[in-house]
Structures are given as C-alpha cells and as structure tokens.
C-alpha cells in the first residue's frame, strides 16, 4: 500500500471516528430541558422600522416562576451573511430591562422613548430601557395602556368595584368564604365572578404626566374591556386623530352572556363623549380593530353567527369617507386569526391556518374596494411553520414570530415580495444544535367518506426504519383547534418522540386550514365522521413496516380527551393503552357545569332536556360507552379548569376503577383548562411518560 493512500485511509478513519464522537454527543429532548428553553416572543417595532422590541422569558424550576425582561435589536444590522450562515446577528441584541417583574405592552412614542406596563403601572424609558420612570400611580393599577399618537391622550384598563361583596352585605362575616349568585356566569375559565369590571379610561398626557381628569367611558355598566379572559390591548384602539376610541365589548350580562358570542366594537368620541355601537347588526364576534395609517379606515375580524365561536372569522373594512361597510373576505374559504396594515395603508397582511401550517397572506385594495375577489389575494409565506405573530411592519418587510414542531418560536423578518426568512433571533440555537431531532413527514390518508386527510408522522430521533416503534395517536383539542406546526412546552411532539415514539397527528374532521365545510363538520357531530377520521389515520400509519401494531396508544387533551373517552370505547382493541386530560366524559353534566352556553349549545345541538333530544348525547356520549371500555387509562383533571369542569375526569376514573380497568388519576388544586406552573409541568411529563411506559413499553423490539 503507498504512503498516500495509507494517509488518505487514516484521515478518513479520523473523520469517521470525529463524526461518531460528534452523533454520539448529541442529547434529545427532555422535560428538563424543555423547561430551559428561553420563550421568545414579539412586542413592537420602532416608526422607523430599523428596531424591533421582544421578550424573553426564561424559568427557574426551582422558585417555580419565570421572569421576562425585554430586549432591542436592530434589525437593518442583520447581513446577506449572517442570514445564509444562521449566525447570531450582529450587533448583538441589547437588555434593556432587568427589574424583577414583567414588562409589557411596549409602545414607541413620538418623543423618542418607549412606554410599557411594569407591576400594573404606566412607565416610560429612552429607548435603550435607561432611565425608566414611572408615570401612573392608579390604586389597583392597569392591564392595557396606549398613548394617542400625538402624544396629548392616554387610555388605560382598570377595574372597577360594582358589586358588593357577601363579607360587605354581612359586615359581622368577615370571614365567611362563601359566595351568593343568582344569574349564570357567576365563573369563567378558571376565577368566580369577583364583582368588578374592567373598564376603559381616557385622561390627557404631556411631558410624561397623565392628567387628573380620567374620564370613564363605559361608567356604571357591568361590562368588560378587554374581553374576558383572553382579550388585551388588541380590544381597544386610538383612532388615527386621538379624537376617537374604539374598544371591543360584549355588553351582556348572566345569561345573555352565556348564551351568546355577540361582542360588538364600539366608537367613543372624546369631544361629546358620545358611544357609537359601530357593528351593530353584526351578530357574531366582532374583535381586533385595527386603523389604517392615515385614519381613513378601519378593519376587524367578524363573524356573522351569534353562538358560534369558531366560525368563519372574516376581514370586516370601514371606509369613513364613504360610510361604506365591506366584508373582504366574502369568496375566501378559509377563516382569518390576524390582521395588519401595510405602511401605505393599500394593502392588508393577515395570518391564517393553511394546509396545517400558519401562513401570511396579503390583500391588495382595488381603487374601488366593493370590487375585492380573491384575484386581489397573495400568499406570502410557504413552509412547514407556523407564523404566529405579526407584530411589526415595514415598507418592505413583516416582523414576525415562527415556530415548527421541532422549534420554539423566535424572530424572524419577512421579505413582503419573495417571502423569505431571515432570522432576527436564534435564543435557542445552541441548545438545538446539541439536539438530535426526528423527521416529521406528511402523509395523505383516505377517508371513510373518500375524502382527503392530512396527518403529520413525527418520527423519534436517530430513526431506525428496521425496527418496530410504539405509536402515539394524537387527538387534537378546540374541536376546531389546528393541528399545525405549532410548538407547545406540554404537548411537545419532538419530547415524545425523543422517548422512541412515532407519533401521528391526523388534521381530523372540525379543523381549520381546509375549507371553511371541513371546520364546520364537527359541530352537532363529536363521535362520528371525526373519530373515523382518527381511526383512518392510525390505521393508514400502522401497515407501515416500522410501525408496532401490538403497541399503539391514543392521547388528547379537551376535546381530544373527549376524542380518547370516546375511542376508548370503540376502539375494538386497537389501543393498548389511553390518556386523556381535562377531556369531555358525560355530555349531560358537562351541560349543567361548564360556563360558555354558547358552546355546548351549538356543539351539542342544545340542551339534553330538549324533545326529541339532540341526538348527540346519546349517540356521541362517552359515559355511554364505558361498558366496552376495557383499556389501561389515565386521567387529568384540574380544579380550576371551569371549562371543563373536574367532575369529567373524576366520573372517568370512577368508572374505570370500578370496572377493574387499570387506571390513574392526576389531580392539580391549583391548575386550570391548562397546567402552567412549572414543578407541575415536570410531574405532569414524567407521569405522562411513566405510564406510557409502564403500559405501552416504548423499547425497541430488536427481534
């Protein structure tokens, strides 16, 4: 053998032996560090388009909280290098907040500095963070705060105390605990009707000082600004002259509120303090009003049913020169989540589930705006992703946040014409780059009906097509909730995976992203065509040779944990193994114990009292099922989750135990629909996984 080729075979046995050494070293995903994954997300982006404001929110397991503090960055720095290496940019992001606390709500003002929500309270800082003071000094401080953009008004939320209390009715009870209600709603999500309301104030603004003269514009009503409990600063808007506010309303109360989804956008003139129901005649959800650069028009998102909370959300536009009221989107088949104005205020940029994935589209205003189709419609972004945030603009750019299955959400910035990405933040890199990932594929399944389903296959890292695999059949929440490539610090696919799992997320019947029919086809059918749908995809995916047949599980959370009550009962011995959390068990106690009416009332097709009854709590009922229920469960039920209320999973429990099934119980005193404290994440993980272990044996069969 020559000397050359002997040196050729040693270097390539060093290179051989270098990148073993280099696999061998990379870890994957644990709950451990999921949890030490910074959480990045958008707040604005400087008039001058050259700086972007964001947070970081980073967890400390061991004092079971998170802290945020914001950074700057400029965002003209990022080079045609550093975008094609995915370095980190350069200039380095900038701190430019480390107080204990969270900040919030940012807001460049035309006085060059920034102004937030620290601790409840207005504060304004240079635009660096230095030199922060605070402005307002509120008893029970505020949730939203926007300056006018001429910087003369300030606007605020702040509760207000209209009801008495039962310790102010019985002064010699201070004590007592108890609470009195006569009218539903008395409780929502995860917190009792407290006897305050959240209402919008006005007060003038100079020099960093907010007047004495708050004025209270929605004064002595029992409503709520912003909705509750999601809503935020997107419910309540300046208009283009600071002379008007426009705020998101829902103006019921008790049962009306229950019953109905009916929230209105309303326009309050500062001069006459004169209110204007400015949707009225629109009798879904009217949310997100936005104002269009130079104040001429405005646009929404609306629904046209009153009582269905997932339907069609459209791109509602005022124009105030003409009085004219135009729906947008009235020939696209796809439903809306967010919406902003391009600079020059001639076109429209908004999000929408697409296909599974989350995707920016544009709209480009006709000189006549009444003659909008969709030729006037261009998609902007392509990929496996999910953009899930617009939350800056520039002429020729989009800041958004982005996130896939195998990554949490970071900044990146949009190119409006090529829709190319380039990354603004890479927070999370050095941990990605240690990780060995899993592919995540998508497949076409035929469904019962001869229609198409999109099911995403996650596959564990370092896959081996050789061996058989233990598969998670996932059953996806809403029901109309997207099964997109979004990244959740619970339901973490790549955190499955990374256990040895396939895992098979199917795009079932009730989800958006495929036509407007497709979304729709849940309501008033729970354990049909959707659970075929479910049954399709784990059937498809299981004649794959990899797949272990003998060791198939089926997980899911609210309506996905409805989905596994449901299988669990006519599953005929697909599943070795079930776990349902905050899921749907007896449809007729949920009726009389969750709160929003409107749900159950559409979803189920009424009440169960009802003659002839909705055949949905019959045909469609788990609690009807148990008798062939025959599989290892666990269940997941939180106290606070008044959603789903936690006599569901308890009834689920009872029953399993009393039928000598296999079965645990997971119980959180102080969680809600969700469980979001970190110790409880990790015990929440473990378990979950400890069972699928103990139930499922996700080692490899070797033989």
């Not at 509750?228 to 002379?243: I, N, R, T, Y």
């Not at 910035?413 to 990932?437: C, H, R």
């Not at 969700?674 to 044996?697: A, H, I, Y």
Request: net charge negative.
């Amino acid at each position: 053998m020559s000397k050359k080729i002997f040196n050729l075979l040693s270097l390539l046995v060093v290179v051989v032996f270098t990148i073993n050494i280099s696999f061998a070293q990379k870890q994957v995903m644990t709950p451990e560090l999921l949890w030490k994954l910074g959480r990045v997300s958008g707040e604005a982006v400087s008039p001058d388009g050259k700086t972007v404001i964001y947070g970081i929110t980073n967890y400390d397991m061991e004092k079971n909280k998170g802290e945020r503090n914001l950074y700057s960055l400029n965002i003209e720095s990022i080079t045609k290098s550093d975008k094609m290496k995915g370095n980190v940019p350069n200039p380095a992001p900038v701190q430019i907040t480390d107080s204990l606390g969270s900040e919030s709500g940012i807001q460049f003002l035309s006085n060059g500095k920034i102004g937030y929500i620290y601790k409840g309270q207005w504060w304004e800082a240079d635009a660096n963070g230095k030199n922060a003071k605070q402005i307002s000094k509120i008893d029970g401080g505020i949730s939203v705060g926007k300056v006018s953009s001429d910087g003369t008004h300030f606007l605020y939320a702040h509760d207000v105390k209209l009801d008495q209390t039962i310790q102010e009715k019985y002064p010699d009870l201070p004590k007592t605990d108890g609470e009195v209600f006569d009218d539903l709603m008395y409780r929502h999500w995860d917190s009792y009707e407290d006897g305050s309301y959240s209402h919008i104030f006005w007060a003038t603004y100079s020099a960093g000082t907010i007047g004495t003269d708050a004025h209270d514009i929605m004064a002595g009503t029992k409503y709520d600004c912003p909705q509750q409990h999601f809503g935020g600063g997107e419910d309540v808007q300046w208009s283009g002259d600071g002379k008007k506010i426009f705020y998101v309303c829902k103006k019921k109360t008790g049962k009306q509120y229950a019953l109905s989804t009916n929230s209105d956008i309303y326009s309050y003139d500062l001069t006459n303090n004169a209110t204007v129901n400015f949707t009225d005649g629109l009798n879904g959800y009217d949310t997100n009003p936005v104002v269009s650069p130079d104040g001429s028009k405005i646009i929404w998102l609306s629904m046209a049913r009153d009582g269905f909370e997932a339907d069609k959300n459209r791109i509602m536009l005022y124009d105030f020169s003409s009085n004219q009221r135009i729906d947008l989107t009235r020939e696209w088949d796809e439903t809306v989540a967010s919406i902003i104005w391009s600079t020059d205020g001639k076109k429209i940029f908004f999000t929408e589930t697409f296909q599974a994935t989350d995707q920016i589209f544009e709209i480009t205003l006709p000189t006549v705006v009444a003659d909008i189709s969709t030729k006037n419609f261009r998609q902007v972004t392509n990929g496996d992703w999910d953009v899930n945030a617009v939350f800056g603009i520039t002429p020729t750019s989009l800041v958004v946040s982005r996130c896939d299955m195998n990554h949490a959400s970071e900044i990146f910035k949009v190119n409006i014409s090529t829709g190319e990405f380039t990354a603004l933040t890479t927070v999370n890199k050095s941990v990605y780059d240690n990780l060995s990932m899993g592919k995540i594929e998508k497949r076409w399944v035929k469904t019962t009906d001869n229609k198409q389903e999109l099911v995403w296959v996650i596959y564990p890292p370092n896959f081996d097509e050789t061996k058989k695999y233990s598969t998670l059949l996932y059953c996806q929440g809403g029901p109309q909730s997207p099964v997109s490539q979004f990244y959740s610090f619970r339901w973490n696919f790549q955190l499955m995976a990374a256990n040895n799992y396939i895992i098979v997320a199917p795009n079932r019947r009730g989800l958006p992203g495929f036509g407007t029919k497709w979304n729709e086809d849940i309501s008033k059918d729970w354990g049909g065509q959707a659970m075929d749908d479910y049954l399709s995809a784990i059937d498809s995916i299981s004649k794959l040779p990899f797949v272990d047949r003998n060791r198939l599980g089926c997980i899911g959370a609210s309506y996905g944990g409805y989905s596994v009550f449901m299988l669990a009962g006519i599953h005929n011995g697909r599943f070795k193994t079930f776990i349902a959390h905050d899921g749907v068990f007896d449809l007729q106690s949920m009726y009389l114990t969750t709160e929003e009416m409107w749900f159950a009332d559409w979803d189920m097709g009424g009440n169960f009292w009802t003659k002839p009854m909705p055949v949905t709590y019959t045909k469609f009922n788990p609690i009807n099922f148990v008798d062939k229920w025959n599989t290892p469960i666990y269940i997941i039920s939180n106290d606070l989750d008044y959603r789903v209320p936690f006599n569901q999973g308890q009834e689920a429990f009872q029953a399993a135990q009393l039928k000598g099934i296999k079965s645990r119980f997971l119980h959180f005193p102080s969680e809600g629909h969700w469980v979001m404290k970190p110790q409880n994440s990790l015990l929440w993980q473990r378990e979950f996984f400890g069972w699928l272990d103990e139930t499922l044996n996700p080692k490899f069969d070797d033989k």
